[in-house]
């Protein structure tokens, strides 16, 4: 126990270092104004319509990326539970194969992929369709916030799917259930813990998120957290900025508690 | 309990390191800040090498990222290159120092014309050297629009809705609109502002993006056929294929200049001037301009212009298109937090 208490020494001032002090900053700025006099404007700014417009939007923006990647990460991990286990372990490592790579790199790419007279337009009117307007714009947007967290979200179900006990599925089976019925009656409720893990850790950065926005939006459409860059680096404004962040941090916490208390019942088979 | 001290002793030795560390190395430097791709990196190289003088170099996209980034104190910038109305900015906060530039070898390859220029707002030519200045305007691929451009109505009028490209830089954006209207861009009069306002958000729909750095190499890429950039980056373009071109819109447009200055954070004025001394020389100069592209304040980069930079108004705009253009002044705080205002409810539009 006393060994203990001196390893998590480095642990302590990363704590201290890079949350507490920021926080501490934060909470600061958020409450004071220019001339550094108490002050709630700047967190009740978040009331104001364009801010209010904003977080609507990447809320809007984070449960729809969040949906989608659920949609598109069951398919998967049911056929890689299929799979050998040599198979499985390889295809796993195929998909987090790209997260090696910059994040802002494989943004850049996108962008070549989905701009006017990009990739995605040759192709398609190299086979005879109209080309697609979808460089800057909120659908170009969802596709890299979804394709960044997509892994996360998989590997989060995977790690609950893998632990359902193989004969439950089969008792199911050969008590006539068919595939349909095992899925919704069986993995999907198994895999409950690992799908809240995986909506935690896909909403909360996509609602928070600026860079995928400014790349992929061109500058045209802002989510909450291109609002507070701006206040940060253009308009200067660091209290204002501060108090949208707090309480832009507030509504995150509000929903993941909401998730946390589905979970605490649960077996733990979360990664976070 | 008592071994929670023994971790709290541990934290503070770490950090005590961290700190120390930070000191090491006595090594002379200096940390400049600069534009996006606003210097040829092998003048820093070059310099290094002469003078044993390390440079730390920083970059910013706007003036105004500038500003915060110089601002928030995180580092201590000895000399910092921006536009004229930052620098005025800067200069009327105290943040600037008098440096006696008559001092530097060079001093005489900078134009008179341009520490004349200079004067209207640094009138003893004591803070400001001219690196590079230029124009705002509108470089167009003329193979995708209907013969030469000469206003910025194409901008406004839908006839290239989703084709063009508009600055991600406030004051600029404000700047078309206020230029097109026929008010002056340094206008303080909030119903200006919020008509342009009005302009800008009708606009908006057709905007294709929002870009600095970026914007001259979607429309070289063929992603859109006209962006409103700095006359540099019009320049660059025609240097890889003529059909794009740049006018300055006959409505009037930005005239800016862009300089380096030493500021009150400068620990070493003298090797500062050294480092600008060297930007002055002329094969540096030469390079800078080979990379940067912009128009040049240095005399043998002028007399060396071949026809097709002296017919270009992208670096030698001719004097009646120069008249029609207005400089940036810097804005009460009033009016600076009304267009961030204006511009935050047209960016989340």
């Not at chain 1, 910059?102 to 850049?108: M, S, V, W």
């Not at chain 2, 040829?40 to 440079?55: D, L, Q």
């Not at chain 2, 209207?120 to 193979?143: K, Q, R």
């Not at chain 2, 002296?310 to 670096?315: R, V």
């Amino acid at each position: 126990m006393k060994r203990r208490s001196i390893l998590a020494g480095p642990y302590i001032l990363w704590i201290i270092g890079f949350t507490v002090i920021p926080l501490f900053f934060l909470v600061k700025y958020a409450l004071t104004d220019r001339n550094g006099l108490f002050t709630l404007e700047n967190i009740f700014a978040m009331f104001e319509p364009v801010h209010l417009k904003a977080l609507v939007f990447s809320t809007e923006v984070a449960v729809l990326c969040t949906a989608i990647c659920i949609v598109l990460s069951y398919p998967l991990v049911l056929s890689l539970k299929r799979l050998g286990l040599d198979k499985q372990s390889f295809s796993l490592y195929m998909l987090i194969l790209p997260m090696w790579i910059n994040f802002i790199l494989r943004l850049l790419a996108w962008q070549m992929i989905l701009s006017n007279n990009g990739i995605l337009n040759y192709f398609l009117t190299s086979i005879g369709l109209r080309p697609l307007a979808i460089a800057n714009s909120r659908t170009a947007i969802m596709i890299g916030i979804v394709y960044d967290y997509l892994p996360y979200m998989v590997l989060a179900i995977y790690n609950a799917v893998a632990e359902i006990n193989e004969d439950i599925i089969e008792a199911a089976r050969d008590l006539g259930a068919g595939g349909f019925l095992v899925f919704f009656r069986i993995i999907l409720p198994l895999s409950v813990p690992g799908l809240l893990s995986g909506i935690v850790m896909v909403f909360v950065p996509s609602m928070t998120s600026f860079v995928t926005a400014n790349i992929l939006g061109g500058g045209k459409e802002q989510l909450i957290g291109n609002v507070i860059e701006e206040e940060f680096m253009t308009t200067m404004n660091w209290n204002l900025g501060s108090g949208l962040s707090l309480i832009l941090m507030v509504f995150v916490l509000i929903s993941m508690t909401f998730t946390a208390r589905n979970e605490s019942y649960e077996k733990e088979s979360k990664i976070w | 309990m008592g071994r929670l001290k023994g971790a709290v002793l541990l934290t503070a030795g770490l950090a005590a390191m961290l700190l120390l560390g930070g000191c090491g190395g006595e090594k002379e430097s200096l940390t400049v800040i600069n534009y996006g791709m606003y210097l040829e990196e092998s003048v820093i190289e070059g310099f290094e090498n002469e003078t044993g003088i390390e440079i730390k170099y920083e970059e910013a996209p706007t003036p105004e990222e500038m500003y915060t980034k110089y601002k928030s104190g995180a580092i201590e910038y000895d000399l910092l290159c921006t536009s004229e109305y930052m620098l005025q900015k800067l200069m009327d906060e105290g943040e600037l120092v008098k440096v006696d530039f008559k001092q530097m070898e060079h001093y005489d390859n900078i134009s008179e014309e341009f520490w004349d220029f200079v004067r209207s707002f640094d009138p003893e030519n004591a803070y400001v050297m001219p690196y590079f200045w230029g124009t705002v305007g509108l470089l167009y691929d003329s193979e995708k629009t209907n013969g030469p451009l000469h206003s910025w109505d194409v901008l406004f009028d839908g006839s290239y809705a989703g084709d063009f490209i508009m600055p991600n830089s406030m004051r600029d954006a404000y700047m078309i609109a206020l230029k097109y209207l026929g008010y002056s861009l340094n206008t303080t009069d909030e119903k200006e502002l919020r008509e342009a306002q009005e302009l800008l958000l009708t606009q908006k729909p057709d905007v294709s993006a929002y870009l600095v750095d970026e914007a001259r190499d979607e429309v070289l890429a063929g992603n859109a056929a006209i962006a409103a950039v700095y006359s540099g980056e019009a320049y660059y373009a025609y240097a890889e294929d003529p059909r794009f071109q740049y006018c300055i819109p006959d409505e009037g447009s930005n005239l800016w200049i862009d300089c380096f200055a030493v500021t009150k954070q400068c620990r070493n004025t003298e090797n500062a001037l050294k480092f600008l001394d060297y930007l002055c020389r002329e094969d540096n100069a030469r390079m800078n301009y080979d990379y940067v592209k912009y128009a040049s304040p240095f005399k043998s980069m002028i007399e060396s212009y071949g026809e097709e930079e002296k017919n270009s108004d992208a670096i030698n705009p001719s004097p009646e298109k120069i008249n029609n253009c207005e400089i940036f002044a810097p804005l009460p705080q009033e009016t600076t937090d009304l267009m961030g205002e204006l511009w935050k409810e047209l960016k989340a539009q």
